[in-house]
């Protein structure tokens, strides 16, 4: 973080209303609180409803008191945290006769029971920002859970290192994660000496002014992928009601979902139908605080004719689809086949829509080894043949260089292009990291994670990623790399393309990365 800009947006009207936003603690006035919590509320949580987050607001805090979960004497930060994870549950409260707040206890008013760890992800924003107000000086408000990827985005402008998500079976362990993030957090406000509403203001308004207001590119690649999603009785009654070309929604997804994959997105109720056809406007993410664990962002909706579930479980071909046969069960984030897509456009087509409207799965023009079965084979069979072709000789990159990281250990990059400098102290302009096969997010964020700490170890202004699939070049812009924007990102299939070879070309040909030295 370049301190002359942040002192210079701390003093700006600007900064200064934000970091008065994020003043309120337990004893603020009602009124006052009320007031900054829908100011932050209509900032950065738009897309829900202000009443509902007010509700669980004042619900957790009844509970938290109720339950004794406040801090106790000569309690630690962290041993204080499991205590309350491990006891919080949620009931109904109510007014007893003396107007004392007691809690219902009849089971239809139980909310959430101790240790139910998935449904705590999901309220983990409100949680937060009741624990910000006891003890703001350890604990950060997290504003919208179902776009944990804004969070990343905003720390990745910072330079902050948040830890790698944990696995989504181990559900505790995500509860856990946000005392992990809160730790991160606290660490950088020592290194910079930021009060806790200098910390917030810092990471959720500041770090957009250092992004230089960049804009998700409005052109998707070529999708690749079609999967199915499933939408609620309330999805549609809010998101499909006045669709345009423009809208973007969140849903539920594969965590392998690429940012241009059509996404099919079935009504569960109050009819069951295939509703419309979108594009993924981001990869999936592995979201922590989500009741689902992987989500991404859509947009481009096309609405079709119903496609009913009578009318798949009664066709020819859609009858034997496993989640047909299935009914449905599980139906978010299933891939389909390049057949069943072809098969649902035919469906599509004969109600007399015009398909041509719909968007396509890109069909490469040449062979391509898919029996790969190691990072070597793509290194060699992929990689390497696509270096030369953009000019490369052996000479210009080294593998496996190792690199000084702290006394004794050895940072190893997989292709390092031109570096100099001394024997394990090198600079270089372009750091490149191979992968057998990156197919969860969680893998290409630590695939990310590891480049990156090689990059900013030999101050590389390009960042590559490869596996069996597909090639991600990231350029560094304004002193960081967007891990949710890469420069290029194509599935090898389509690297042979003249257009799309020309654009890689201009990016990490061998006379560009050569001239950056």
């Not at 809690?103 to 705590?120: A, C, F, N, P, V």
């Not at 393309?497 to 001239?515: D, M, N, R």
Request: proline share 4%; net charge negative.
């Amino acid at each position: 973080m370049n301190r002359k800009i942040w002192e210079m947006y701390k003093s700006s009207d600007r900064g200064r209303e934000m970091i008065d936003l994020f003043s309120f603690y337990a004893d603020t006035d009602i009124d006052i609180f009320e007031k900054k919590f829908e100011s932050i509320h209509n900032l950065f949580n738009k897309e829900s409803n202000l009443e509902t987050s007010f509700s669980w607001m004042y619900l957790i805090s009844d509970n938290i008191t109720l339950n004794n979960l406040g801090f106790q004497e000569e309690e630690n930060v962290k041993d204080f945290f499991e205590r309350f994870i491990e006891n919080f549950e949620i009931s109904i409260v109510e007014e007893d006769k003396d107007g004392n707040l007691i809690k219902s206890l009849k089971s239809q008013d139980q909310i959430i029971h101790k240790q139910e760890y998935r449904k705590i992800c999901s309220i983990i924003n409100s949680i937060s920002i009741n624990l910000y107000s006891i003890y703001p000086l350890f604990f950060f408000p997290i504003l919208n859970n179902e776009r944990f990827d804004i969070l990343v985005k905003n720390c990745d402008s910072l330079e902050i290192e948040l830890p790698n998500v944990p696995n989504s079976v181990d559900k505790k362990s995500l509860v856990m994660y946000y005392y992990d993030i809160c730790e991160s957090l606290d660490a950088f406000s020592k290194v910079y000496d930021l009060s806790a509403e200098e910390l917030s203001a810092c990471v959720y308004d500041f770090a957009t002014i250092l992004q230089n207001d960049t804009e998700i590119k409005k052109v998707l690649p070529e999708p690749t992928n079609v999967w199915f999603t499933g939408a609620s009785k309330s999805d549609y009654k809010t998101t499909f009601q006045n669709l345009t070309p423009e809208t973007v929604s969140g849903w539920a997804c594969n965590e392998a979902t690429k940012r241009g994959d059509i996404i099919v997105i079935y009504c569960l109720s109050p009819q069951s139908f295939i509703h419309s056809i979108w594009r993924a406007n981001s990869d999936g993410v592995a979201n922590p605080f989500s009741y689902y664990y992987s989500r991404a962002t859509v947009t481009n909706p096309i609405e079709i004719p119903p496609i009913t579930y009578a009318e798949l479980k009664n066709d020819k071909y859609w009858s034997n689809v496993p989640i047909i046969r299935k009914n449905l069960q599980g139906i978010n984030g299933v891939q389909l086949t390049a057949r069943d897509y072809e098969e649902l456009l035919k469906l599509i087509s004969c109600k007399g829509f015009d398909i041509s409207l719909l968007p396509k799965l890109y069909s490469p023009s040449i062979e391509i080894e898919v029996h790969l079965t190691s990072e070597k084979e793509v290194e060699e069979k992929l990689l390497i043949p696509l270096l030369s072709e953009l000019g490369y000789s052996q000479s210009n990159w080294q593998r496996q260089l190792s690199q000084k990281a702290g006394r004794s250990l050895k940072a190893i990059p997989d292709f390092v292009f031109f570096p100099r400098g001394e024997r394990h102290f090198q600079n270089a302009p372009f750091v490149l990291e191979a992968k057998y096969y990156m197919n969860s997010s969680n893998e290409r964020m630590n695939a990310f994670n590891q480049a990156l700490s090689y990059c900013k170890m030999m101050s590389s202004d390009l960042l590559g990623l490869c596996d069996k699939e597909r090639l991600i070049i990231y350029r560094r812009k304004d002193g960081v790399f967007d891990r949710f924007n890469p420069s290029f990102e194509k599935h090898w299939g389509n690297i042979k393309k003249p257009e799309t070879f020309a654009e890689l070309k201009k990016i990490i040909g061998k006379e560009v990365v050569e001239k950056m030295k």
